[in-house]
């Protein structure tokens, strides 16, 4: 199967053609048509050409889940322009290294975020205009008929950032084919229909949402129902109130609510949900949702990450084997190579590449980062930084990450750019981040620092002054001082020996010392 080619406005002017009175946006209860979004988004797209946006530039967005979140992205798609979703605990260095890396001359953000920006505003030389959301109603035009721009599959739509597993985040151009594909893939793959709504908690500033739920409605004419944040409490409400057949979360969510309290809503939403798509989601999580919940156990097998999706996908029939991340079919080769890129034989252990096999589905590379996008791209495929391995039947098995990286609630976390930020602290000789191992499947934030001197700060004091600097996300939740890091001969300290250490007698522990984290 070859997945159509497309643009993200060309999808929804068929939408809009096909199903103009269906709810296409639902934000817990207020609901948007195919054709009131069409045309609220003409009308923003008219608002920002009068503030100057063109095509080919890049417009920042820092909002919560919203409509406005999703109005503005296709907006400035609709131009020619490029959007570029901020996440939204940014603040510091974080947000301004972001903001100025894209060259976004304007930004859209939520009232209550703008006050991160005074202190750095000079960080980002090419910000010109900073719109609040009190002010959005004055880009709202007076035309609502569709801009009159020509776009081509393989402009860039987006510039999605990766979270800087080795480094600073680099931006993946993703085009308009590439998110559109994601939405075909669901379509195909999933069998989305007319009739499915599709319930998401995740941020719209990462591709699983914009793709995977958005796209998968726009493509499928059915309806992307959105709330902002996740919540073990309001989950059955809100599946029941919006009659969702599909959801798209976390497998770490997944795991929680199958862990939580039977409760009534949960028991008349029995047999729903005809769909899960979470990432891990094991066949042991599926069966408890299947006997708690009357929700097929069919577990997710994947694998993938911002520059190229929907690298595997795993077939209904047969059964993809445990443990395993599916394999590569429809969309893109997959060979598992050594350090010198040679392809090692099946079972054996080495790094995961891949290659599209049509044009224009995956990442066109990394924005103003051609050495980044030619070392990835080295001969001829692309190198993920992820060790795996392959069975004989063209299964894939992820085994660990081959980058210095953690990852915490779905994020990726950058051990450098935490590192630079706990220097930059007077009491702080030197810093080591690093994961510590979860029970609900992922990365825990440790950091293992020497002071100066003994006494100078203690770990509470610290961690209050990381959550002032830090997206809360990246706020540690174990903290160790020691006289010195382990190190080898050569001084690079030893993280992987901190790694297996783990959490010792001497760790300071954030939540059994009851800090309380802001979420924001």
């Known amino acids: 199967m070859k997945p159509p080619v497309d643009t993200i406005p060309g999808v929804l002017a068929r939408a809009v053609a096909a199903v103009p009175d269906k709810v296409f946006l639902d934000f817990e209860g207020k609901t948007l048509t195919y054709r009131a979004f069409d045309v609220l988004s003409n009308r923003y797209a008219h608002g920002l050409a009068a503030m100057g946006v063109r095509a080919g530039r890049p417009v920042a967005l820092m909002l919560d889940n919203s409509a406005e979140a999703i109005l503005f992205w296709f907006a400035a798609n609709k131009l020619g322009a490029i959007s570029v979703p901020v996440n939204t605990a940014f603040k510091g260095s974080f947000l301004s290294g972001q903001i100025a890396d894209c060259g976004a001359e304007i930004l859209l953000i939520e009232d209550d975020y703008a006050d991160r920006l005074p202190e750095i505003r000079a960080d980002m030389p090419a910000l010109r205009q900073v719109v609040t959301r009190g002010e959005f109603a004055r880009l709202l035009s007076d035309r609502d008929t569709a801009p009159e721009a020509t776009i081509d599959p393989s402009e860039t739509a987006l510039i999605v950032y990766t979270s800087g597993t080795t480094g600073p985040s680099k931006g993946c151009m993703i085009c308009h084919n590439h998110v559109c594909t994601m939405g075909w893939y669901s379509f195909f793959s999933r069998g989305v229909r007319e009739d499915d709504v599709l319930w998401t908690c995740l941020p719209l500033f990462h591709m699983s949402a914009l793709g995977m739920t958005v796209l998968s409605a726009l493509v499928a004419h059915a309806t992307a129902s959105i709330v902002p944040r996740f919540s073990v409490s309001r989950f059955w409400p809100e599946i029941e109130r919006s009659g969702a057949t599909e959801v798209n979360m976390l497998g770490s969510l997944a795991q929680l609510i199958a862990q939580a309290p039977d409760s009534a809503e949960a028991r008349r939403c029995s047999g729903q949900l005809r769909r899960i798509v979470a990432a891990p989601y094991p066949a042991a999580l599926a069966r408890i949702w299947e006997d708690r919940f009357g929700i097929p156990a069919k577990p997710t097998s994947g694998y993938g990450m911002t520059e190229c999706v929907i690298a595997t996908q795993a077939p209904d029939d047969p059964p993809a084997p445990p443990g395993s991340c599916g394999r590569s079919g429809l969309f893109f080769d997959i060979m598992i190579v050594d350090d ?5 034989p099946c079972g054996e252990v080495g790094e995961i590449v891949c290659r599209p096999l049509h044009p224009h589905i995956m990442f066109k590379g990394y924005w103003n980062k051609p050495e980044a996008t030619v070392a990835a791209w080295r001969n001829l495929w692309f190198h993920t930084g992820d060790l795996g391995r392959m069975d004989e039947r063209g299964y894939l098995y992820f085994v660990d990450r081959k980058k210095d990286y953690l990852r915490r609630r779905g ?24 994961a510590v191992f979860s029970p609900l499947g992922e990365d825990e934030v440790k950091i293992t620092a020497e002071l100066k001197e003994p006494g100078l700060i203690d770990e509470e004091t610290l961690c209050r002054w990381s959550a002032a600097r830090l997206p809360y996300f990246a706020v540690p939740l174990y903290i160790e001082f020691r006289e010195e890091l382990p190190r080898t001969p050569t001084g690079k300290v030893q993280k992987g020996l901190l790694r297996d250490e783990g959490r010792t007698a001497t760790t300071w522990c954030r939540e059994d010392a009851g800090f309380v984290l802001e979420k924001r």
């Open 340 to 344: 010198h890129d040679r392809e090692l």
């Open 411 to 434: 994020e990726n976390i950058s051990s450098l750019e935490l590192e630079a930020v706990f220097r930059t602290h007077p009491a702080i000789r030197d810093v080591a981040v690093h």
